[in-house]
């Protein structure tokens, strides 16, 4: 009888869930027409959004966007700016550079595993040759070339200005050299221009606009602020555009959200993540015991640039916002606490809890979610009075009821990898210690 109430429940739960927040929103590629849902409806606190508005506008800012399931909930231009202005995406969009390098890679004409000088030619930096072929794609991707960083300019892509300073993968630094030159070895493998491939491959297919411009050695991609929410979306949605599987990779689409290496546990390929217990930032080689952005959820991964250009996606929240603008204070060049400010705000109008208060909470936290070949749960039950195992289970039940993965965790363990590749498409509950739960979605 309880096992019957039990699945009767899931299935109710999982309805719910389905109809409020599992259907994503696609704005149609042809037309400005964009859906929205106001704060009203979501149960928001709208009184505190004029202050949000304030703060943005004291920050230089020039657009801000902000999403649910693919809806505009928020959207502020500010001065002269218009939903049609052009601004640049700076370091932000070598997201967009990383997924383009995992579609040539789809299409077989890239290996992320292979050498740079397969694409670049042998003499593409200063170094011995063997210490030149130690570099990979991957190592790009990832800032672990190993280049030397006290050079007069890291922008500069010269091989006199590539110098040897460590071995490939044994150092993180946030140089921009090696991944200007990913466009290149895009370039090479295709046998197309790097705005042609991308228009191709990504803008056109989403109803993006926008190009990539030459400003000295760095090609810096510009558009208005809703092309970059588009390209949110498509990443958030896994790969997917409506019915059009885009990034067909999933494998290399989690791995470009996920941690990379473990230098910089806060940093996929080209891709910061929120969540993990570690990170290091532009300009330095400190390694900080924290989040990367501590207001924000979890899941939450970014693409960041000079002078404050931002996404966010937390899909555990259906969240995605975009700041465009001129630098906002004097802290360094990529701000994470000044997303961090942001999330502070939109807590507010969400009236969500604040992180200290949602390590407190009883629940899970799993990501990716939806997911295909693997989640990552990050465990914040607080035990109170009740004697702890040395180890505990999660479990993942399927729609009836019945248990379909059950892995021990140690409690001392705070991050736990599960390997999901062989569960069908669907709805999964995922109970913790048989006491909390969250949900997942499993796609292909």
């Given amino acids: 009888m309880k096992s019957l109430i039990f699945t009767i429940l899931l299935i109710w739960i999982n309805f719910i869930l389905a109809i409020h927040s599992q259907t994503p929103y696609y704005p149609p590629i042809d037309t400005d027409f964009w859906e929205s849902i106001t704060p009203t409806e979501l149960g928001w606190n709208e009184n505190k959004i004029n202050d949000f508005y304030e703060y943005l506008?004291?920050?230089n800012s020039k657009a801000f966007i902000l999403l649910k399931d693919g809806r505009i909930v928020l959207e502020k231009y500010f001065d002269t700016f218009t939903k049609d202005s052009l601004w640049y995406w700076a370091s932000a969009g070598k997201t967009l550079t990383a997924t383009l390098v995992g579609i040539a890679q789809e299409e077989g004409l890239i290996d992320i595993n292979e050498k740079t000088s397969k694409y670049l030619g042998e003499g593409w930096t200063s170094l011995p040759k063997e210490k030149e072929d130690l570099i990979k794609?991957?190592?790009?991707?990832?800032?672990?070339?190993?280049?030397?960083?006290?050079?007069?300019?890291?922008?500069?892509?010269?091989?006199?200005?590539?110098?040897?300073?460590?071995?490939?993968?044994?150092?993180?630094?946030?140089?921009?050299?090696?991944?200007?030159?990913?466009?290149?070895?895009?370039?090479?493998?295709?046998?197309?221009?790097?705005?042609?491939?991308?228009?191709?491959?990504?803008?056109?297919?989403?109803?993006?606009n926008g190009?990539?411009?030459?400003?000295?050695?760095?090609?810096?991609?510009?558009?208005?602020?809703?092309?970059?929410?588009?390209?949110?979306i498509l990443i958030s949605s896994n790969g997917f555009w409506e019915n059009k599987n885009i990034i067909k990779d999933k494998t290399y689409l989690n791995q470009m959200i996920n941690t990379s290496q473990n230098l910089n546990k806060s940093y996929g390929y080209l891709w910061w993540l929120n969540g993990k217990e570690s990170c290091m930032i532009p300009g330095s080689?400190?390694?900080?015991?924290?989040?990367?952005?501590?207001?924000?959820?979890?899941?939450?991964?970014?693409?960041l640039g000079k002078d404050g250009q931002c996404l966010n996606i937390s899909p555990s929240k259906g969240l995605i916002w975009v700041r465009m603008g001129e630098r906002p204070d004097n802290q360094?060049?990529?701000?994470?606490?000044?997303?961090?400010?942001?999330?502070?705000?939109?807590?507010?109008?969400?009236?969500?809890?604040?992180?200290?208060?949602?390590?407190?909470?009883?629940?899970?936290?799993?990501?990716?979610?939806?997911?295909?070949?693997?989640?990552?749960?990050?465990?914040?039950?607080?035990?109170?009075?009740?004697?702890?195992?040395?180890?505990q289970e999660i479990k993942i039940f399927n729609i009836l009821g019945e248990c379909v993965i059950t892995v021990e965790t140690q409690h001392t363990v705070s991050l736990q990898r599960i390997d999901i590749s062989s569960l069908p498409v669907g709805l999964y509950?995922?109970?913790?210690d048989d006491r909390v739960f969250s949900f997942l979605k499993v796609c292909k």
């Fill in 285 to 303: 080689t400190r390694v900080f015991n924290t989040m990367l952005i501590p207001d924000a959820p979890f899941d939450t991964y970014a693409a």
């Fill in 211 to 232: 190009a990539w411009i030459k400003l000295g050695f760095n090609n810096v991609y510009f558009s208005n602020a809703r092309s970059m929410a588009r390209f949110g």
């Fill in 137 to 208: 794609v991957l190592h790009q991707l990832t800032m672990t070339t190993g280049l030397d960083y006290n050079v007069e300019d890291l922008d500069c892509t010269n091989p006199e200005c590539l110098k040897y300073k460590a071995d490939a993968g044994t150092q993180w630094y946030y140089h921009n050299a090696p991944y200007t030159l990913l466009e290149k070895v895009v370039e090479k493998a295709t046998g197309q221009n790097y705005n042609i491939y991308t228009s191709q491959k990504i803008r056109n297919q989403i109803g993006m």
């Fill in 57 to 59: 506008n004291e920050k």
């Fill in 429 to 432: 509950y995922i109970s913790f």
């Fill in 332 to 391: 360094f060049f990529i701000s994470t606490n000044f997303s961090n400010e942001i999330w502070r705000y939109l807590n507010q109008i969400m009236q969500t809890t604040d992180l200290a208060e949602e390590k407190n909470a009883n629940s899970l936290v799993v990501f990716p979610n939806p997911a295909s070949d693997y989640i990552e749960i990050s465990n914040n039950v607080e035990t109170g009075l009740r004697p702890v195992s040395t180890t």
